[in-house]
Nanobody, 123 residues
Framework: QVQLVESGGGLVQAGGSLRLSCAAS????????MGWFRQAPGKEREFVAA????????AYSNSARGRFTISRDNTKNTMLLQMNSLKLDDTAVYFC????????????????WGQGTQVTVSS
């Protein structure tokens, strides 16, 4: 059974950087588009970034564009999210996601979720 495991979350000051990783088990990683979502306390889960199966296409939310970079290494079954210039509003649990087909910004487009990793940005 395919599993997604996130790592790299933690506590960082505003303006700092973090890099999240998502490690996927199984041999189908390169066949699927992947993405990152996040959920802050009391809020709905929201789209952050997505990357096509080949890695050639990416998409970002307005809040992530210009500050975050999504990438993947299909030889290592790994996806990364480099987050720079972090803001207080970036505080959330970040989830790795495997899409059902193609890319999408809705959580309904996701077939498989990781367990999440906490990112806390302090002032």
């Amino acid at each position: 059974q395919v599993q997604l495991v996130e790592s790299g979350g933690g506590l960082v000051q505003a303006g700092g950087s973090l890099r999240l990783s998502c490690a996927a088990s199984g041999r189908t990683f390169s066949s699927y588009a992947m993405g990152w979502f996040r959920q802050a306390p009391g809020k709905e889960r929201e789209f952050v970034a997505a990357i096509s199966s080949s890695g050639l296409r990416t998409a970002y939310s307005n809040s992530a564009r210009g500050r975050f970079t999504i990438s993947r290494d299909n030889t290592k079954n790994t996806m990364l999210l480099q987050m720079n210039s972090l803001k207080l509003d970036d505080t959330a649990v970040y989830f790795c996601a495997r899409y059902k087909i193609g890319l999408g910004t809705s959580y309904e487009a996701v077939a498989l979720w990781g367990q999440g990793t906490q990112v806390t940005v302090s002032s």
